[in-house]
């Protein structure tokens, strides 16, 4: 991927965080907790052209709310430390 040098400080509070939820993942596993992150690109509100996003849209707020709802579900019990990327396939683009 490659990050202009404008974006060069979200790219590494990004990292930070991504970093954080597994040490805290790993960190909570003996107590029974999960924790997850959910990165969404660009939501419906957003004032960026939209004609150039994957899909030719930004997320709805649906979109962003599966991925929660779903590390909120027993479905998700086991899964811990990860991150779902709500992007519509922007970061598989090279």
């Known amino acids: 991927m490659h ?7 979200y ?5 930070g965080v991504l970093m954080f939820t597994r040490m805290l993942a790993g960190d909570t596993q003996d107590d029974g907790v999960t924790v997850n ?3 969404p690109f660009a939501v419906e509100n957003t004032v960026s052209d939209v004609s150039k996003f994957p899909r030719g849209r930004a997320a709805s707020f649906e979109d962003v709310a599966a991925p929660l709802l779903f590390f ?3 479905s998700a019990a086991y899964i811990s430390g990860e991150n779902v990327a709500v992007d ?7």
Do not use: D, H, Q, W
């Open 72 to 74: 909120l579900s027993e």
């Open 3 to 9: 990050a202009p040098p404008v974006n060069f400080p």
């Open 88 to 94: 519509g396939g922007r970061l598989t683009e090279s």
């Open 37 to 39: 992150a959910v990165s």
């Open 11 to 15: 790219f590494v509070a990004k990292t």
